[in-house]
């Protein structure tokens, strides 16, 4: 029996928006109503234009309409973008003949899928090209909806920085001017969403895989040097050791149950069996479950949270607002879209020596916050 | 019908009255990404309003498939689950795509039994904008009600609920009522059960949130024979009125209700003192000044000039005598006085 109650996963329309908009000097316009734009207009927090269909538009047609558009923004940005909505994709307006120059176009229908799959298709139309003078590597996973987004940009600049490596192209949260310039290599920062650019050297998520990925890098690229990121991945490593070690002389180790997008979830399932010995009740994911040694399922509507939390109940919730608010009863770390109720203000990252020492840091203050809490 | 096109999706306003009745499900017959985008706002809005109850949408999952060959399996499959839960009643909103592909939702809603099934032709921007769903969703649920005999109180109609300060207003409207001794009998639709919608014909007056649900107001008004003021009050002036119009409308006196308010309104004007004579700019994007303004422009002697200082002015325009305390509150505040 179909029954999705309450949706927790935007759909393809706003992946492609995403991408899109991640692209500085790429006008992107939302080819349908206002109700459509104003979604990804209020979570992205970027520019966006829309054609505000009506139903006048569906039955006259609405290419002049789109056309206007069009051309007035081809006088303002370097590019444009446009991402066609349901009603304009079933009425089947061949709107792609219509526009003049080359135009960005995703066909993105919500019902066609989900925020990944309309990400990845309109990273399929983005004009990258690999630069052979361009130095460093390519920045791959950003997204601006994840709330991860700065800060793993940030962190993957500071480390690769460290080993002498430069970041080229960001894909998705960078110039058009950059993408044209990418580098034949990217690592990535969340692998669920990778662009497709640039030769994949590996992941910045975790600190093991970091290094594996800087191992990787000094064997292509010249003045690689790995030295900063031994020290403090150590420094690091014995700091969370310790302060691990610490809460467990006086708990037990955390019941857990993580939300997210599948590479997010098992990663943070790895580092708290790792650390804390955490049980791992479920990875409740919004994309594609991938291999995965935890148990994994899909968790995209508010009954399929509330379902697998009951069936077995944990002391620790990573994910977002929504499922905050479905087990109240549990510690909470703010771990995916979307994040209501509480302010954030400063880049986290996930990624790298500093993102498991961030993740780290919010399970231990949130699992003693909790426990003093019941205590009280 | 010719809409705003900035205005936002029907299945928003239909929405934001729906997932009010706190024990019915309602059903988007869409994609899930339509079901999230209203569902992921109300989420956001019910905190910034401490709500902290999340709202049940159920969506039919529209897909490809169904595009191709048809909704309404999966909405009857949709239906099947939302009559799981045992709601008090379930409504139906359709999206722009159900309206699109032209799935025939009412013949698959007349199939159920054993709960009250309400369709609301939303059609998303093919039904037209936010404030039509708003309508349309007053209206159907309207069915739900009886008649009655008038008893003396009031029903407040279609209020704001994704506005910030419903509470408040809620809050001032009962204040004022309070004054002629009338009680609020319903909020029709405002947190309440479905079985509270039986008593909205009830009521001796209804009272509109704003003038643009005078439909509304009519429609209840020719089935249960309830007169109605077109909306909550605004400004002094328009708050004494209000006093008056509801007195009238209820055959009861306002007197000394009208002349207790008045005497607040005087300490009001009092405590902003500071603010008079002061340069100012009022900015009110799309349309006339509200009357109110002009009101607060001679009361205060304000002079506005080009640069004067740019004053905040509430949309929606404030309730009440307090709305417009607070908002006198916040242009001290501006201007420093």
């Given at each position: 029996m179909r029954d999705c109650r309450n949706a927790l996963w935007p759909c393809a329309m706003t992946g492609a928006v995403t991408c899109f908009s991640g692209i500085r000097g790429i006008g992107t316009i939302?080819?349908?109503?206002s109700g459509c734009y104003f979604f990804p207009a209020t979570v992205l927090h970027r520019r966006l234009y829309c054609?505000?269909?009506?139903e006048e538009d569906i039955i006259f047609g609405a290419e002049a309409r789109l056309l206007e558009l069009v051309e007035r923004l081809q006088g303002e940005y370097e590019a444009v973008a446009v991402v066609n909505t349901c009603t304009p994709a079933i009425t089947g307006e061949e709107i792609r003949t219509c526009l003049p120059g080359e135009i960005l176009m995703v066909d993105s229908p919500?019902?066609?899928?989900?925020f990944e799959q309309g990400y990845h298709a309109a990273c399929r139309t983005l004009p990258a090209r690999t630069d052979p003078d361009a130095a460093g590597v390519n920045l791959d996973g950003?997204?601006?909806?994840?709330?991860?987004c700065s800060g793993n940009a940030l962190e993957a600049q500071r480390m690769l920085a460290a080993a002498g490596v430069g970041v080229a192209a960001?894909?998705?949260?960078?110039?058009l001017g950059g993408i044209r310039h990418s580098s034949g290599y990217s690592v990535h920062?969340?692998?669920?969403?990778?662009?497709?650019?640039?030769?994949g050297m590996g992941t910045l998520l975790g600190i093991d895989e970091t290094g594996e990925t800087l191992k990787c890098l000094e064997k292509t690229l010249?003045?690689?040097?790995?030295e900063a990121f031994e020290f403090e991945k150590e420094h690091v490593g014995n700091a969370i050791d310790s302060s691990c070690e610490k809460f467990l002389m006086r708990h037990d180790p955390p019941v857990v149950a993580i939300f997210s997008g599948f590479s997010y979830a098992d990663f943070a399932a790895r580092m708290l069996k790792y650390y804390l010995d955490a049980s791992v009740t479920?990875?409740?994911?919004?994309n594609s479950p991938g291999i995965s040694s935890f148990r994994t399922a899909e968790a995209c509507s508010l009954s399929a949270v509330q379902d697998l939390i009951a069936a077995d109940p944990p002391d620790l919730l990573l994910g977002s607002s929504f499922e905050r608010m479905a087990c109240p009863d549990a510690a909470f770390v703010?771990?995916?879209?979307?994040?209501?109720g509480m302010v954030r203000l400063k880049a986290r990252p996930l990624i790298g020596i500093q993102g498991i020492a961030g993740l780290m840091e919010d399970v231990l203050n949130a699992c003693l916050d909790h426990r003093a809490a019941l205590n009280t | 019908m010719i809409s705003s096109r900035t205005e936002g999706c029907t299945l928003t306003g239909a929405l934001s009255v729906t997932s009010s009745v706190q024990d019915a499900i309602t059903v988007i017959h869409g994609p899930d990404g339509c079901a999230h985008h209203n569902f992921s706002l109300l989420h956001a809005l019910h905190f910034d309003n401490d709500q902290l109850i999340l709202p049940s949408f159920l969506s039919s999952s529209l897909k490809e498939q169904e595009i191709i060959f048809g909704g309404e399996q999966a909405l009857e499959d949709a239906l099947a689950g939302a009559l799981a839960g045992s709601p008090g009643a379930i409504f139906v909103l359709t999206s722009c795509v159900a309206a699109a592909i032209g799935d025939d939702v009412m013949a698959v809603c007349s199939e159920i039994s054993g709960c009250p099934v309400v369709v609301i032709p939303?059609?998303?921007?093919l039904g037209g904008g936010f404030s039509d769903g708003v309508r349309s969703a007053l209206i159907a649920l309207s069915d739900l009600a009886d008649g009655g005999d008038p008893n003396g109180t009031v029903t407040l109609v279609g209020?704001?609920?994704?506005?910030?300060e419903a509470e408040a207003n809620y809050h001032e409207v009962r204040r004022l009522l309070g004054l002629l001794g009338v009680k609020v009998?319903?909020?029709?639709?405002?947190?309440?059960?479905?079985?509270?919608?039986?008593?909205?014909?009830?009521?001796?007056l209804n009272i509109l949130?704003?003038?643009?649900?005078t439909d509304v107001g009519d429609v209840l008004e020719d089935r249960f024979g309830t007169p109605y003021l077109p909306s909550f009050p605004v400004g002094f002036e328009g708050t004494l009125t209000f006093l008056s119009q509801v007195a009238d409308a209820l055959n009861i006196g306002s007197r000394e209700a009208v002349s207790s308010e008045m005497a607040r309104q005087k300490e009001i004007i009092d405590q902003f003192s500071?603010?008079?004579g002061r340069a100012i700019n009022v900015c009110h994007p799309g349309g006339m000044p509200p009357l109110f303004l002009n009101e607060l422009l001679e009361l205060f002697d304000l002079q506005v000039k080009e640069r004067g200082q740019n004053l905040p002015l509430p949309d929606p325009v404030p309730v009440g005598t307090s709305g417009i305390s607070r908002m006198l509150s916040r242009w001290k505040r501006v201007l420093h006085a």
């Amino acid at each position: 029996m179909r029954d999705c109650r309450n949706a927790l996963w935007p759909c393809a329309m706003t992946g492609a928006v995403t991408c899109f908009s991640g692209i500085r000097g790429i006008g992107t316009i939302i080819h349908g109503p206002s109700g459509c734009y104003f979604f990804p207009a209020t979570v992205l927090h970027r520019r966006l234009y829309c054609t505000f269909l009506i139903e006048e538009d569906i039955i006259f047609g609405a290419e002049a309409r789109l056309l206007e558009l069009v051309e007035r923004l081809q006088g303002e940005y370097e590019a444009v973008a446009v991402v066609n909505t349901c009603t304009p994709a079933i009425t089947g307006e061949e709107i792609r003949t219509c526009l003049p120059g080359e135009i960005l176009m995703v066909d993105s229908p919500g019902f066609l899928g989900n925020f990944e799959q309309g990400y990845h298709a309109a990273c399929r139309t983005l004009p990258a090209r690999t630069d052979p003078d361009a130095a460093g590597v390519n920045l791959d996973g950003l997204q601006l909806l994840d709330p991860f987004c700065s800060g793993n940009a940030l962190e993957a600049q500071r480390m690769l920085a460290a080993a002498g490596v430069g970041v080229a192209a960001r894909f998705c949260d960078e110039t058009l001017g950059g993408i044209r310039h990418s580098s034949g290599y990217s690592v990535h920062t969340n692998p669920d969403l990778s662009s497709g650019f640039g030769r994949g050297m590996g992941t910045l998520l975790g600190i093991d895989e970091t290094g594996e990925t800087l191992k990787c890098l000094e064997k292509t690229l010249d003045g690689v040097d790995l030295e900063a990121f031994e020290f403090e991945k150590e420094h690091v490593g014995n700091a969370i050791d310790s302060s691990c070690e610490k809460f467990l002389m006086r708990h037990d180790p955390p019941v857990v149950a993580i939300f997210s997008g599948f590479s997010y979830a098992d990663f943070a399932a790895r580092m708290l069996k790792y650390y804390l010995d955490a049980s791992v009740t479920i990875l409740g994911v919004r994309n594609s479950p991938g291999i995965s040694s935890f148990r994994t399922a899909e968790a995209c509507s508010l009954s399929a949270v509330q379902d697998l939390i009951a069936a077995d109940p944990p002391d620790l919730l990573l994910g977002s607002s929504f499922e905050r608010m479905a087990c109240p009863d549990a510690a909470f770390v703010p771990f995916t879209y979307p994040l209501r109720g509480m302010v954030r203000l400063k880049a986290r990252p996930l990624i790298g020596i500093q993102g498991i020492a961030g993740l780290m840091e919010d399970v231990l203050n949130a699992c003693l916050d909790h426990r003093a809490a019941l205590n009280t | 019908m010719i809409s705003s096109r900035t205005e936002g999706c029907t299945l928003t306003g239909a929405l934001s009255v729906t997932s009010s009745v706190q024990d019915a499900i309602t059903v988007i017959h869409g994609p899930d990404g339509c079901a999230h985008h209203n569902f992921s706002l109300l989420h956001a809005l019910h905190f910034d309003n401490d709500q902290l109850i999340l709202p049940s949408f159920l969506s039919s999952s529209l897909k490809e498939q169904e595009i191709i060959f048809g909704g309404e399996q999966a909405l009857e499959d949709a239906l099947a689950g939302a009559l799981a839960g045992s709601p008090g009643a379930i409504f139906v909103l359709t999206s722009c795509v159900a309206a699109a592909i032209g799935d025939d939702v009412m013949a698959v809603c007349s199939e159920i039994s054993g709960c009250p099934v309400v369709v609301i032709p939303s059609g998303g921007f093919l039904g037209g904008g936010f404030s039509d769903g708003v309508r349309s969703a007053l209206i159907a649920l309207s069915d739900l009600a009886d008649g009655g005999d008038p008893n003396g109180t009031v029903t407040l109609v279609g209020e704001k609920n994704l506005e910030y300060e419903a509470e408040a207003n809620y809050h001032e409207v009962r204040r004022l009522l309070g004054l002629l001794g009338v009680k609020v009998q319903l909020r029709f639709v405002r947190n309440i059960d479905v079985s509270a919608i039986a008593h909205l014909g009830s009521s001796s007056l209804n009272i509109l949130r704003e003038e643009s649900l005078t439909d509304v107001g009519d429609v209840l008004e020719d089935r249960f024979g309830t007169p109605y003021l077109p909306s909550f009050p605004v400004g002094f002036e328009g708050t004494l009125t209000f006093l008056s119009q509801v007195a009238d409308a209820l055959n009861i006196g306002s007197r000394e209700a009208v002349s207790s308010e008045m005497a607040r309104q005087k300490e009001i004007i009092d405590q902003f003192s500071e603010l008079r004579g002061r340069a100012i700019n009022v900015c009110h994007p799309g349309g006339m000044p509200p009357l109110f303004l002009n009101e607060l422009l001679e009361l205060f002697d304000l002079q506005v000039k080009e640069r004067g200082q740019n004053l905040p002015l509430p949309d929606p325009v404030p309730v009440g005598t307090s709305g417009i305390s607070r908002m006198l509150s916040r242009w001290k505040r501006v201007l420093h006085a």
